[in-house]
């Protein structure tokens, strides 16, 4: 949430920036332009961040194909569109959004028959669990429709307690 707040509040600074200091056309299209280029690479890299993962795991179990093909299918297209209209904004993304789809499917390639490593192998590799990375909370399932924070490092996370009214988890067996 926070990081959604501070790219919103950038891009408005950016715009506002470019029509209330920049006047001329030709200096607007450099800077949107660049904007541009800076958001397209980092849309083509994001999936590269699971690579590490597919190699110390050598399973191909969180890179989807279909993913990484269209992103290397679509910057191809988009590759030659700016070939033959000579529009290096579009070019530069795109460029480099093929090479990142070809360095996926060839990892994908590569590891695609791979066995995952067993569980004894995989305590070595330092993993979080999907709450823990939202906050340094971690959630213990009590019931179907119930959970409870069990952990919270963060002040700043608002931990709401969730409880079904037919189960008290904080008392003891009332019978």
């Keep these: 949430m926070r990081v959604t707040f501070i790219m919103t509040l ?5 715009v506002l920036i470019t029509l209330l200091v920049i006047h001329t056309i030709a200096s607007r299209q450099l800077v949107a ?15 590269l961040s699971i690579i590490g ?3 110390r795991t050598k ?14 299918l679509n910057s191809l297209v988009w590759a030659a569109y ?3 209209t000579r529009d290096i904004f579009v070019a530069i993304p795109n460029g480099i959004g093929c090479v990142c789809g070809v360095i ?5 390639c590569m590891y695609r028959n791979s066995k995952a490593i067993s569980p004894t192998k995989m305590e070595d590799i330092p993993q979080t669990k999907p709450n823990e ?6 959630i213990q399932k009590v019931q179907e429709d119930s959970v409870i924070p069990t952990k919270v490092s963060s ?7 969730r409880v079904s009214p037919r189960i008290d988890p904080t008392a003891e067996d009332k019978v």
């Design 82 to 84: 700016s070939v033959v």
């Design 10 to 14: 950038a891009f408005i600074g950016v």
């Design 53 to 55: 993962l597919v190699i």
């Design 155 to 161: 002040p700043r996370f608002l931990a709401l307690q």
């Design 33 to 47: 332009g660049t904007v541009c280029v800076v958001l397209s690479i980092a849309m083509y890299l994001s999936p």
């Design 104 to 108: 996926q499917l060839t990892v994908y």
């Design 133 to 138: 990375a939202v906050h340094g909370a971690s």
């Design 59 to 72: 399973s191909v179990e969180y890179m989807p194909f279909l993913l990484s093909l269209f992103n290397l």
